[in-house]
């Protein structure tokens, strides 16, 4: 990674992460699931048709509709395990997902756990892709674990960042 990537990293990480971590922890025990607030609700609604938005996109192969309805102009992702796979902004954003749609014939996304703070949030995802055969080696192992950074702009929400981690959450057990 270039000393301009790292350093932009770190500034778009120090922005984001102590907005994170200042979200007060959830109240209730462990395995208990949070109160369902009417603003978690209308959150969890909105960030929904944002995933229903990326998904029928994604199925288009509607990279440009897809970057902007979905990420917020300055959004930023990082993977796993890939120290060169660092995008920031639309331009960037656009750029990889000119790849991704013509590699993946659809996507889904499970949402698996949501917090929202104000005009900040944040959503667990399992992320679900059908990647063409062709393309799978260049792919890590379906479903992934999505971290989607949320934010607040002019009253619509808009992913500002995501962290994609391999595994995937196991939303069958109990206690979730």
Known sequence: M???????LAAVVSAIVPRVLAMPAASAAAGDAPAATPALLAF??????KYDLKERAWTAQDAE????????????TAAEGEPKFFAMGRAQ???LYKTFVADTTKVRIESVHT???GNMGWDWTNFHADVKPEKVKDYPPSPVRILFVWE???????CAGDVVLLGSFDTASPGR
């Open 152 to 158: 607040k702009i002019n009253g619509q929400w808009f």
């Open 115 to 117: 917090y929202v703070n």
């Open 2 to 8: 270039s000393f301009l990537s790292r350093v932009v």
């Open 93 to 95: 954003f656009l750029d």
């Open 65 to 76: 509709g897809l970057v902007r309805g979905f990420y917020s102009p300055h959004a930023f």
């Open 44 to 49: 969890k609604k909105a960030i929904r048709a």
